[in-house]
């Protein structure tokens, strides 16, 4: 028998080349294709529902998303959706409503809730950490749609406006937190060069749940990485060490969240963070302030208010406190400038806000930040404002 007929009599295919199935063979038409494929798409997107079973949440009164976990906006929609049928007030912004030097029970609306005693209304802290203006915005278009119809408190800090760096209008590219959320086409931004694969992967995120529980997964169990990656980490030692080798990634999966530390080395009153800025209070800074005009972070907030408005959101501005006390006293007067033009715009929308007083220079940690008793003051005055009473007490939307 020659070689040509050992492969004729060993290949199983039809006169023109095609196959010949074999006993064994399973072929699927194109329509059975179309079946699996609509089969295993739904599968993939009901698991981050399932998963909320296997992973609980019950956040206590004053839980906010924790540091390390900053970027979990699945987490975050999850904190929103778990709060949702106690009809809270929704204190919405950056690090300082979250709390940049104190613990959770001492923030803003950690004293709001200390105050409110009998009345029938509870605060929820929905703020992250290291959020802007232009994250901002990407959190709530994307992950806040349940907030729709809910009482919002809405910070608004005019520290982004001190520079074109903050303003992230410098044209120099930046390292900058949330770069996910912030406008990935549209509006440009100079200081972000992130690439065109960049760009696609976070537009396509933001509108599959599935991709955010996935990022969800990385970060709370897999150290911010992919399995992938975190099996092959090292521990950051010299020589270097792989404790992940030899373990499969689900090995970790535990279903419990990932939550502060009960005895946080940065934040709280025995934190060496948690100090006044300036022991004598006299300051000299001079901010480079960007014009309110041509400030990409201030066109992001009116955006935000506008799509609440466009929500149906209880709508309350709350501007500051900023520590002037750092300024020197030319610097201090472009500040006030900046303020009172945000005012007219809030006036002219019909959008009520309040500007607290600007505390002791002791009660603050930086330029923004409060320390522990800076936030009880500010409850205790926002408590006592009759703007806040009346907006406090109208007919819930």
């Known amino acids: 028998m020659t070689s040509a007929d050992i492969h004729r009599n060993s290949s199983h295919s039809r006169p ?15 329509r059975q294709w179309f079946m699996v494929a609509t089969l295993m798409l739904v599968m993939l997107s009901s698991l981050p529902s399932v998963w909320k079973a296997i992973e609980p949440l019950d956040p206590e009164m004053d839980y906010r998303v924790p540091y390390a976990t900053s970027q979990d906006y699945w987490l975050f929609q999850r904190h929103l959706e778990t709060s949702l049928p106690e009809r809270p007030v929704f204190f919405v912004g950056d690090s300082v409503v979250w709390g940049e030097y ?3 029970d001492s923030t803003w609306t ?10 029938d209304q ?3 802290n ?7 203006p232009l994250a901002l915005e990407g959190l709530v278009t994307h992950y806040a749609g349940p907030l729709e119809q809910s009482r919002v408190m809405l910070h608004f800090n005019l520290l982004w406006m001190s520079s074109p760096q903050a303003d992230l209008s410098e044209p120099k590219q930046q390292v900058f937190n949330h770069p996910t959320l912030v406008p990935q086409w ?5 200081s972000y060069h992130a690439s065109f694969e960049m760009r696609l992967s976070s537009s396509i995120g933001h509108h599959w749940p599935w991709l955010a529980w996935v990022r969800h997964l990385n970060i709370q169990y897999w150290d911010q990485k992919d399995p992938y990656a975190w099996t092959l980490a090292d521990d950051g030692q010299y020589p270097p060490s792989y404790p992940h080798t030899y373990h499969f990634p689900w090995e970790v999966v535990d279903g419990k969240l990932q939550e502060a530390p ?7 009153m025995q934190s060496s963070r948690h100090k006044a800025w300036s022991l004598d209070g006299k300051g000299t800074q001079r901010y480079p302030w960007v014009d309110l005009n041509q400030s990409l972070q201030w066109q992001a907030f009116q955006r935000l208010c506008r799509l609440m408005k466009a929500r149906k959101n209880d709508l309350l501005v709350i501007i500051g406190p900023f520590n002037k006390h750092l300024l020197a ?3 201090r007067e472009s500040l006030e400038q900046l303020e009172r033009l945000a005012c007219d715009w809030f006036e002219s929308e019909g959008i009520p806000f309040h500007a607290p007083p600007t505390l002791e220079s002791r009660l603050y940690g930086d330029a923004s930040h409060p320390l522990t008793e800076g936030y009880a003051l500010l409850a205790d005055h926002l408590w006592e404002t009759p703007l806040f009473k009346t907006w406090l007490k109208s007919p819930k939307p």
């Not at 950690?110 to 009345?119: D, G, I, S």
């Not at 549209?186 to 100079?190: A, L, N, R, S, T």
């Open 122 to 124: 509870s605060f929820v």
């Open 262 to 268: 009960e005895a946080d080395p940065d934040r709280g």
């Open 102 to 104: 104190v613990t959770a």
């Open 126 to 132: 929905l703020a992250l950490n290291g959020l802007y």
């Open 16 to 30: 023109g080349g095609a196959a010949t199935p074999r006993p064994h063979d399973f072929w699927l038409t194109s």
């Open 186 to 190: 549209w509006p440009g931004i100079p």
């Open 329 to 331: 006293p030319e610097n």
């Open 110 to 119: 950690a004293f709001l809730n200390q105050r409110r005693q009998e009345e």
